[in-house]
């Protein structure tokens, strides 16, 4: 049985079938088990399994080969429930999580969740407020196509409200918001 195969396709329920905690931070040919729970298609199940993972001691720094680590793993996929998952980033970070992991091909976890056009700023706010909590954001972190998280908020015409956040987050932080446009 590959494990991590298992909790990249199953349900919750459907994993607990099959799990044992020693398993929490198994590989398989340099696949970790979380980070195929947080590529899960369903949100429900990526959720319920991350947590279980994590409760019983995943590391949530792993990182894969590409630097893509838990934070993009999550934030990446095609279907989001940010209601439901901002949680589990929070968990993530607060166990260890980078917030500015540069992943080679997607930058920031931030540039991964900003680069979701499907979902408008309020859609994404539960997550915004978790990475916004951390004392560790850098949105001025240089990451995906040579830009900062910040730069590609002031060149995008759909995130206006992120924007606006970051600038705030920056003013609050005593940083000099940079003349780019």
Same mark, same amino acid.
């Given at each position: 049985?590959?494990?991590?195969?298992?909790?990249?396709?199953?349900?919750?329920?459907?994993?607990?079938?099959?799990?044992?905690?020693?398993?929490?931070?198994?590989?398989?040919?340099?696949?970790?088990?979380?980070?195929?729970?947080?590529?899960?298609?369903? &949100?429900?199940?990526? #959720?319920?399994?991350?947590?279980? =993972?994590?409760?019983? !001691? @995943? $590391?949530?720094?792993?990182? %894969?080969?590409?630097?893509?680590?838990?934070?993009?793993?999550?934030?990446?996929?095609?279907?989001?429930? &940010?209601?439901?998952? #901002?949680?589990?980033?929070?968990? =993530?970070?607060?166990? !260890? @999580? $980078?917030?500015?992991?540069? %992943?080679?091909?997607?930058?920031?976890?931030?540039?991964?969740?900003?680069?979701?056009?499907?979902?408008?700023?309020?859609?994404? #706010?539960?997550?915004?407020?978790? =990475?916004?909590?951390?004392? @560790?954001?850098?949105?001025?972190?240089?990451?995906?196509?040579?830009?900062?998280?910040?730069?590609?908020?002031?060149?995008?015409?759909?995130?206006?409200?992120?924007? #606006?956040?970051?600038?705030?987050? =920056?003013?609050?932080?005593?940083?000099?918001?940079?003349?780019?446009?």
């Amino acid at each position: 049985m590959d494990i991590v195969f298992e909790a990249q396709r199953r349900t919750l329920d459907g994993f607990l079938e099959i799990y044992e905690s020693n398993l929490a931070n198994a590989e398989v040919n340099g696949r970790s088990v979380l980070l195929a729970a947080l590529t899960n298609v369903n &949100p429900d199940a990526r #959720a319920g399994i991350a947590t279980l =993972l994590l409760d019983d !001691g @995943a $590391d949530a720094r792993v990182t %894969a080969a590409d630097g893509v680590n838990a934070l993009h793993a999550l934030l990446g996929n095609a279907e989001l429930d &940010p209601v439901r998952e #901002a949680p589990v980033v929070e968990r =993530l970070i607060g166990a !260890g @999580a $980078d917030v500015n992991a540069v %992943a080679k091909k997607f930058g920031t976890p931030l540039q991964v969740l900003m680069s979701q056009f499907r979902y408008t700023d309020e859609a994404l #706010a539960p997550f915004y407020d978790v =990475l916004f909590s951390s004392e @560790a954001l850098d949105l001025l972190r240089v990451g995906a196509y040579d830009r900062s998280a910040y730069t590609m908020a002031v060149k995008s015409t759909r995130r206006g409200a992120l924007r #606006a956040r970051m600038e705030q987050y =920056l003013r609050d932080r005593g940083v000099e918001i940079p003349q780019e446009a």
